[in-house]
């Protein structure tokens, strides 16, 4: 498409991000409450993406994660949202930008949405590489305040997908 053609389809995208970029605000803020939970699905292997390389290995395209009960340290910023999740009973922050999420889900209040998958456009790139930059400098962030028993939830959806 040519410079001078309006995007509306990367305006909606957009906008719905925004719509996930407050649910997590509020929930920063607020805490989850009543039977709220989300399910986000994100590509793992965005530019800016903050994980532990064995989690990569595990997830190496795309991953759900579930904020219902044991979640921590949720931040959220214009570009990508931060949160430390328990993996097979050690804390893990992610990172996580916006432009990276595919699905967010709130099944107590019927609530979906689905993302066309980015390729890293050059607005995605940068996005990218300043979330990278950012989760450099928190990446060696200590995490307290956890329950030893506590146990995070990721669930594969592949088997669920129309193919």
Do not use: N
């Amino acid at each position: 498409m040519s410079e001078d053609t309006l995007r509306y389809d990367k305006m909606v995208e957009d906008a719905l991000r925004g719509v996930v970029r407050e649910a997590l605000t509020i929930t920063a803020r607020d805490g989850l409450f009543g039977d709220h939970h989300f399910y986000i699905t994100f590509r793992t292997r965005f530019p800016g993406i903050g994980m532990g390389d064995h989690i990569l290995a595990r997830h190496p395209e795309e991953m759900t994660i579930v904020l219902q009960h044991q979640f921590w340290g949720l931040e959220v910023d214009e570009t990508f949202f931060r949160v430390t999740l328990s993996f097979s009973g050690k804390s893990e922050t992610l990172i996580v930008p916006f432009a990276a999420v595919t699905g967010f889900a709130d099944p107590s209040a019927k609530f979906g949405l689905q993302f066309q998958a980015m390729d890293g456009d050059d607005d995605d790139e940068a996005e990218g590489e300043a979330v990278e930059a950012e989760a450099e400098e928190t990446a060696a962030t200590p995490v307290t305040d956890i329950p030893a028993d506590a146990e995070g939830k990721v669930i594969a959806l592949d088997a669920f997908r129309k193919k």
